[in-house]
Each structure stands twice: as C-alpha cells, then as structure tokens.
C-alpha cells in the first residue's frame, strides 16, 4: 500500500498552467502503476493519464497535447503539468496507484478508477473564463 497526497491545485483563468504535485509515502512509486484522474460536480471520475514504470505514458484524448504526467522517483512524487486550461478542466484531481504486476497504462486505457486502489484525497482546480 502507498499513501498519496496530492497539492498544487488552485483557482486559474482560462488558458493557464498549473502543476499538480503527489506525494507518495509507505512505497516507492517506481513499483506502482500511477494515474491521474478527475471528478467534475455530478460527474462520475475519469481517467485523465497514466504512468508505467518503465515511464511509459497514456492520456486520455481530451488532455492529449496539453497535460503532461511525470515523476521524480528520487522524490518519490507524481506530477501533472496542465497547460491551455479551460472552464471544463474545472474538477477536483486525485492521484492513484495500482501494483504494477496488476495494471499497466494499456490494460487501463484511460485509467479506470477501478483499477486503482490507493486514492489520494484530492485538490480542487477551479478554470475560470
């Protein structure tokens, strides 16, 4: 089991950046599948990008070409570069990992929160136009 917690999250305008940072402690994150994912009010959370950990990356297609997942194993953190942030970017974001001998960024295309099983406990991003 790792625990997450994530910061970083903020109110922006339309069209900004925001790094969203997590903090994992308990295990290393170089052992765990790791994914960002999103809950806008009254929607169920999406898979936003995931992490392998031979650093293999997927975004799901809404975030592709703006959002950037990275890590810092020496730091044993997780990261979301957002970039070109729209009102609909608007959510809270949560980080999660999963055992990597379980999940891997193609068999959790985009990442199902399912298949996750350690959360973090969020950070709200708020876009506004």
């Known amino acids: 089991e790792v625990r997450l917690l994530e910061s970083g999250g903020a109110s922006v305008q339309s069209g900004g950046t925001l790094k969203l940072s997590c903090l994992a402690s308990?295990?290393?994150?170089?052992?765990?599948?790791m994914s960002w994912l999103c809950q806008a009010p009254g929607e169920d959370r999406a898979g936003i990008a995931g992490?392998?950990?031979?650093?293999?990356?997927s975004y799901a297609e809404f975030v592709t070409g703006r959002f950037t997942i990275s890590r810092d194993i020496a730091k044993n953190t997780l990261y979301l570069l957002m970039s070109s942030l729209q009102p609909e970017d608007t959510a809270m974001y949560y980080c999660?990992?999963?055992?990597?001998?379980?999940?891997?960024?193609?068999?959790?295309?985009?990442?199902?929160?399912?298949?996750?099983?350690?959360w973090g406990q969020g950070t709200q991003v708020t876009v506004s136009s």
């Open positions: 999660a990992a999963a055992p990597a001998d379980r999940v891997t960024v193609l068999s959790s295309y985009p990442p199902a929160p399912k298949d996750f099983s350690d």
């Open positions: 308990g295990d290393t994150i170089s052992a765990y599948t």
């Open positions: 992490l392998d950990i031979d650093g293999t990356a």
